[in-house]
């Protein structure tokens, strides 16, 4: 069942109903101004981070859900109504709400009236624009009254939630003309304010929230909008919001337009005030005038779309499959930027306040986004990598405000180092920028001095080899990618977290799904210091990574797939010897794709035995069989109930790698059918099941052992999208970027003809043509540029800005 349509043409996702199984959102903003939006307008605003710099208040785990967001009530003659359905939930007679790149517009009709909000961030503007038209549908003139609403957080959106014997008493707003400021704490150390703006004369506003709400009721019963009348309400204290009211005359036919901005404003100390406690407006004027008119927002709009025409360009398919298409040229790519932008911060599953940007995840998220905006690439590994200990190992997050590592989400997750060599190596593979090698860098945020990227890379090499087991495989330290495998925990005590808690000192747990990471990732470290000159550096690593290849063969090979770990007393995980969790997805996938057996034919049995025995009609689960009680000695993954996240669930982030390794051994409608079983897009018919967005990727889907099989959770915000991005791009239909050219090496099923790529690649453009004539999955026969042969199927650096046309027969 569908709760929407794919509009390709618009690259919008259309919803239908307001009652979809879950909030379906957007994001607004790119750069430092964010908001996210649900399809009946819920949702919240931040400037960089938001735990830090909370716009807007949310609140979570709310009955409704999403119950608190950007509203515009309509008052028409006695009866109100919200065009997003919510929160007041009045029966529209027609609804839609179109999510598009950076932008959400929700239309919504009741009783003749017509109304649109449409919202996105200017691009390079630290603000939200709204634009609602309201426009009478009926035969006869209306007289209504519009009331916009949103409430402030006070900065520190868990201070906000938290303290409120300070909070209630310390909310000040200003109101000047149609503009309502937000001004909590600016009095003393804060120097920005935000403020709520609209492009006429008022009628009316308030800023408290109990006189616009009236007593007793909720965002569905606002009597402001019930009685068509502001409160002209001055916040101080309590709750602090903002809505304008708006009398309205429209004759039949006509359509008016408001443009309404929720912005951000910072100013230097010396600026900070007008007069004596009246903030310094100036900046929040200039930010209003510059969308003054329908004009103005036209235009940002068109600047939009175009920014994103040509970020999009740089990787775009024409192929028959309109499911892939959209997936490559639109969806994925969308929420690659998404995921590089948020990390694991901000979204319905991830409260901004828990999380901020993570070591491992923000690494892999730029995988998936490189190509997009390089240089935002460069900044973020280098910010990254200046939250590097000394020793190589990492914070496993930090906050995107301060750029400093956060103490509270703990360290000593032992594969975090290792993705900042794979994310440097994506960047210089793109770009040819070695520069980056050379910048310096501090460690632990300048407290353990400092050094050049390349040094962080050796350290981060180094700190595999300096912590090895009695197998010689890498130990594992708190958990490794699956942060729910711990195995020096031993975690007793109700609530105590499996993150940050004092673990023993294990010398014995060893990982060999790091093992693969290593051979996987060293490869790239040991090719930048030969180019470097670095000889006997590189020689050194290469014989660190072939030692490691032949150590997880003997030791981390089950006989018919690779174990996944040994534990605190180095009894063996992922084994046929063990009762429940005999096999994991996670070193099956990484081993291969690092190449590990596969001569040997280990590659081939581990991934028939994913096929056999981990692969469900809704994608790979994470391992079997799932843990059906606590194991202490594993730690939270076995607090999960059986077929949820990592207990057995679908965890999608690690189906990709199935799908590059099935890619590695050259099966190619193997590697599209794991591919096409989680890739959003082809999962719409089935949105009543799986119930998260259909455009995008979610981190989970419950497995074959939970109640609930099928159904996903945690949308948006996870490393699948940048895994199946490069899965698609890169293994399937074989556009790889290499340090010296771009390399052509599809493994695509057998049925198909070929298709068409177009890739931008370091400011030349590529146009690729694949053709299939013998219907191989892989194997390039031979290619041709600008209509002469090449021998190679490594396709040359060419000239910033020429155009060349390649043709590439397989066979
Ligand atoms: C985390 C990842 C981790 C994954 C598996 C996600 O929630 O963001 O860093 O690899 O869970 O445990």
């Known amino acids: 069942m569908k709760f929407g349509y794919f509009d390709d043409a618009n690259k919008e996702y259309v919803i239908q109903t307001p009652k979809t199984p879950y909030p379906w959102i957007n994001y607004l903003g790119n750069e430092q101004f964010f908001g996210l939006i649900s399809n009946t307008a819920g949702g919240y605003s931040f400037y960089r981070d938001a735990r ?25 003659e006695g009866d109100y109504w919200t065009p997003g359905w919510m ?35 200017p691009l390079g503007f630290n603000a939200e624009v709204y634009r609602v038209k309201v426009g009478n549908v009926s035969d006869s003139p209306k007289r209504v009254s519009l009331f916009s609403y949103l409430e402030f957080c006070l900065w520190n959106a868990h201070d906000d939630m938290t303290n409120f014997q300070r909070n209630l008493s310390i909310g000040e707003v ?38 616009f709400l009236g007593a007793f009721n909720g965002l569905d019963t606002p009597q402001v909008a019930s009685e068509g009348k502001s409160g002209n309400s001055v916040a101080s204290g309590w709750s602090p919001i903002a809505s304008h009211g708006i009398h309205l005359e429209l004759a039949p036919g006509e359509e008016q337009s408001l443009i309404f901005m929720l912005g951000y404003v910072e100013n230097p100390q010396e600026e900070k005030w007008e007069s004596l406690n009246v903030i310094n407006k100036k900046p929040a004027k200039a930010m209003i005038e510059a969308f003054a008119t329908d004009a103005q927002v036209n235009s940002a709009l068109a600047d939009l779309a175009a920014y994103w025409d040509g970020l999009l360009g740089k990787y775009s398919i024409q192929s028959s499959d309109d499911k892939l298409s959209r997936m490559v040229n639109i969806w ?48 973020r590994i280098i910010d990254i990598a200046s939250t590097q200990f000394d020793d190589g190992g990492a914070y496993h997050q930090y906050q995107p405000l301060t750029k400093q590592g ?3 989400v703990g360290s000593g997750f032992n594969d975090d180092p290792l993705w900042l060599i794979t994310g440097t190596a994506a960047y210089i593979k793109e770009t040819g920028d070695y520069g980056i090698l050379d910048e310096d860098v501090p460690f632990d945020s300048g407290r353990q001095g400092s050094a050049t990227l390349f040094e962080h890379l050796k350290r981060s090499f180094d ?17 490794d990618w699956n942060d729910c495998l711990n195995l020096n925990c031993f975690s007793e005590e109700p609530g105590e977290s499996f993150q940050t808690t004092t673990n023993l000192d294990g010398k014995t747990a060893e990982s060999v799904f790091i093992a693969g990471l290593f051979v996987f990732a060293g490869p790239d470290y040991a090719e930048l210091a030969r180019r470097r000159g670095l000889e006997d550096e590189a020689t050194r690593a290469e014989r660190e990574i072939e030692n490691m290849r032949n150590i997880t063969m003997a030791h981390g090979f089950d006989g018919d797939w690779f174990l996944r770990a040994y534990d605190y007393h180095g009894e063996k995980i992922g084994s ?24 040997e034919g280990l590659a081939e049995k581990a991934l028939n035995s994913v096929r056999d025995r981990l692969e469900t009609d809704y994608g790979i689960m994470l391992q079997q069989p799932a843990y059906s009680k606590y194991y202490l000695n594993l730690g939270e993954i076995s607090t999960y109930p059986p077929g949820y996240k990592e207990n057995a669930g679908i965890f999608c982030h690690n189906n990709p790698w199935v799908t590059i390794a099935e890619t590695v051994i050259g099966r190619g409608d193997r590697a599209f059918e794991t591919y096409a079983k989680i890739a959003p897009a082809y999962l719409e018919d089935i949105s009543e099941v799986h119930r998260m967005e259909p455009y995008v990727y979610s981190q989970m889907i419950a497995g074959r052992d939970a109640v609930r099989e099928g159904e996903a959770k945690n949308s948006w915000l996870t490393g699948t999208a940048a895994w199946n991005y490069v899965a698609i791009t890169q293994a399937i239909l074989g556009i790889q970027p290499d340090y010296d050219g771009l390399r052509i090496d599809p493994c695509i099923p057998q049925a198909w003809d070929g298709y068409k790529i177009t890739r931008s690649f370091r400011g030349a453009e590529y146009k690729i043509s694949i053709q299939n004539p013998d219907h191989v999955s892989k194997g390039v026969k031979s290619v041709t540029v600008d209509g002469s042969p090449i021998e ?13 046309e390649v043709v590439v027969v397989l066979g």
């Open 52 to 76: 830090l710099r909370r716009l807007t208040r949310y609140r979570y785990n709310n009955v409704p859900l999403d119950n608190g967001g950007r509203y515009f009530y309509v008052h028409d």
């Open 87 to 121: 929160p007041v939930k009045r029966d529209l007679d027609f609804y839609e709400c179109r999510h598009g790149l950076g932008y959400t517009s929700i239309t919504g009709e009741r009783n003749g009236l017509k109304v649109n909000q449409l919202a996105f961030v």
């Open 174 to 211: 200003e109101i000047e003309d149609s503009v309502i400021y937000h001004k909590t704490e600016y009095r003393e150390r804060r120097n920005h304010y935000a403020y709520y703006s609209v492009n006429r004369r008022i009628d009316g506003f308030d800023t408290d929230r109990d006189t």
């Open 332 to 379: 994925n790519p969308y929420q690659c930027m998404v995921t590089f932008n948020m990390s694991r911060s901000a979204s319905y599953f991830e409260s901004g306040i828990g999380r901020g940007m993570g070591f491992r995840d923000s690494n892999q998220d730029l995988l998936g986004f490189v190509h997009q905006i390089p240089d935002r690439a460069r900044e």
């Open 406 to 408: 956060n103490n509270e």
């Open 463 to 479: 700190h595999v080899t300096n912590n090895l087991g009695p197998h010689g495989l890498p130990l594992i330290g708190r958990a």
């Open 576 to 599: 046929r010897e063990n009762e429940e969790g005999q096999i994991f997805i996670e070193p099956q996938g990484f081993c291969v794709m690092a190449g590990i057996g596969v001569e």
């Open 792 to 804: 190679s199927n490594v396709l040359p650096v060419f000239e910033a800005g020429s155009s060349h």
